[in-house]
């Protein structure tokens, strides 16, 4: 059975544990709020670590939503089945960057067969 869950209103209601709380429920977890000095980093390693193995990330809101390193680090545990992200980590993005706005990494991942998806 599918649902849908507001976890900005959990995260209001509750903080960081109810972010948690509802990973913990999660198979899916959609991003897509904006990046201020309330939702940077929410989405971090203990996060990642709640949902069930075999979840999935997406993120279409900003990159400082989500800790970079704490993605990383679940997918390459396969503790996730895979992420996808349309978003840098460093904005503006700039062209001459080796890092590729921070989308290097999640580039890497996938050249090394880990299921990520990046089309920013």
Known sequence: ELS????????????????IDLA???SIIAVCCPLNHRTFGIVDG?????????????NVGRGGVVEQQALLDVLESRHLAG????????EPFDPED????G???MLQM????????CSP
């Open 83 to 90: 992420a996808a992200v349309d978003v840098y980590w460093k």
């Open 103 to 105: 989308a290097r990494a």
């Open 98 to 101: 080796a890092e590729q706005g």
């Open 4 to 19: 849908l869950v507001d976890g900005g209103a959990s995260f209001a209601e509750h903080g960081q544990q109810g972010l």
């Open 24 to 26: 913990k429920q999660a």
């Open 46 to 58: 203990k996060v990642l670590s709640a949902v069930p193995a075999g979840s999935y990330v997406v």
């Open 110 to 117: 996938q050249d090394r067969g880990f299921n990520v998806l």
